[in-house]
């Protein structure tokens, strides 16, 4: 609680400096934003034939609040560059636990077990951009994470300290963000792609981009979590890595801009295979199950794992626009990071409300297909569980969730959402039945 008294009371501080700062001028030395999400879920009851440790509970639940504050500020530091620190709150809890489901329903709910607020730096990273031959110079508005500067439109950008990849690699006009658009994990990254990350998200890494005007190129290298789903990283960088590479093509159709991004990584961890962690189990080495968690895998590596994504978004008019998701990972060794999918299809649209006189509310729908490879069946059909699904047994069945929302914007800086989604095959188990979602989402941000 006095953390959270002084993290409000330093954002007071801000938003009073940040007031009169742009009385004095329209331009700043410094960039100052802030969010606040809240989200509450619910579910209603559904049949189970078994139901194991990280299950999905078969009783309704309600009231599972999550919330989440940022406090995003800027400086520039010299010509083409400036440093970003980000401290944030979270606290809350998804449904279950933020088990039972591997497209989880609450992209914000971080997996942390805890209902308590924790205050903890979120980014702290610095960013050059060096101009590139004969390039133009735009104007950047200040924005999150983003001072307003005058920016070569051919560049080179490099990004070092922690972050989220997500703020890089995998973005999407209509389906990113859980603060504002689709709440359901799978929809806010490309599912097969266990990106790397702790607990809460961030990692530390070292991100370059080559941006041109209708195309970019970013790569990365970043640290991966000690054991799964962990909040430590792993020192051992030379055993234990991640890298990703984007390559992004903007285009023009009928007048309306679209964009597709293709992707692929690879990474290195502590993370143990499927089929061995089966045969250890069926052998008697109960350990093999701890092994899983990283609990007694410490100071073994070798553990592989590739994939690929692709992300489309299409403007198709002045209120309309779409996108559509497909990735793939190999899915022989253990998720380590984000979430346990190994192959992904998803597809959706988003309208504007001009068509009903709301200019400034959305209104969004979407599928997901979302299913695990042979190896990984055969781990759960084993009774073994990850760090987000095991129900002891296993008919296996892909996990298909539908979702609409309808976000309204009710003043300036105050969005509310209503949320609902229907998830059949949760954990991807047919033989539980189909599951109902819904949620209310208040989001502040300015």
């Known amino acids: 609680m006095r953390q959270l008294c002084i993290f ?20 700043s030395k410094y960039s100052y934003h802030f969010q606040l999400t809240a989200i509450n879920q619910s579910h209603t009851s559904f049949p189970v034939k078994y139901a194991g440790t990280n299950s999905l509970t078969h009783e309704s639940e309600s009231n599972k609040l999550s919330l989440t504050s940022t406090l995003f500020l800027g400086t520039p530091l010299w010509k083409n560059a400036s ?3 980000n401290p944030e709150i979270t606290g809350g809890q998804g449904l279950s636990g933020s088990k039972g489901i591997a497209g989880f329903t609450n992209g914000e709910t971080f997996r942390i077990g805890t209902t308590a607020p924790v205050l903890y730096v979120a980014r702290l990273f610095f960013r050059q951009n060096i101009a590139l031959p004969n390039t133009e110079y735009e104007w950047v508005a200040d924005d999150v994470n983003q001072v307003k500067e005058k920016l070569p439109t051919s560049r080179i950008s490099i990004h070092a300290g922690k972050m989220s990849l997500s703020d890089y690699f995998d973005r999407n006009s209509y389906s990113h963000d859980p603060r ?48 799964a789903n962990g909040l430590q990283l792993d020192g051992n960088i030379l055993k234990a890595h991640s890298e990703t590479i984007e390559l992004e ?14 992707l692929g990584f690879h ?11 089966v045969a250890q189990v069926k052998l008697g080495d109960s350990s093999s199950v701890d092994v899983y968690s990283g609990q007694k895998a410490w100071g073994i590596y070798g553990g592989l794992k590739y994939g690929f994504g692709m992300n489309v978004e299409q403007s198709f008019s002045n209120t309309v626009g779409g996108f559509f998701k497909a990735s793939w990972n190999d899915g022989k060794t253990a998720t380590w990071a984000f979430t346990e999918i190994d192959n992904s299809v998803s ?44 129900d002891g047994n296993l008919n296996y069945a892909p996990e298909s969730i539908t979702e609409l929302y309808y976000k309204a914007r009710l003043t300036k800086s105050f969005w509310l959402s209503a949320d609902y989604q229907l998830v059949f095959n949760p954990a991807y188990n047919n033989d539980s039945g189909s599951v109902n979602v819904f949620a209310i989402r208040g989001h502040v941000e300015f």
């Not at 961030?202 to 190129?217: C, D, G, R």
């Open 8 to 27: 409000l009371l330093g954002v007071l501080g801000v938003v009073c400096v940040h007031a009169q700062a742009n009385e004095q001028s329209d331009t």
């Open 249 to 262: 093509k903007k285009w023009s159709l009928n007048g309306r801009s679209g964009t597709i991004r293709l």
């Open 347 to 390: 597809a959706g649209i988003q309208v504007l409300g001009n068509a009903w006189n709301r200019p400034n509310d959305n209104l969004g729908i979407a599928h997901v297909m979302n299913g695990i490879s042979k190896d990984h069946q055969a781990f759960l059909k084993a009774g073994l569980n990850g760090f987000m699904i095991g």
């Open 180 to 227: 504002g658009q689709f709440l359901n994990w799978s929809l806010m990254s490309n599912g097969g792609w266990d990106y790397p990350a702790d607990t809460r998200g961030y990692t530390q890494a070292l991100v370059v981009e080559l941006i041109k005007p209708t195309w970019a190129i970013r790569v990365s290298t970043a640290m991966v979590p000690l054991k």
């Open 83 to 85: 440093l970003y620190f």
């Open 267 to 277: 990474t290195l961890s502590q993370a143990p295979t499927y089929l061995k962690t």
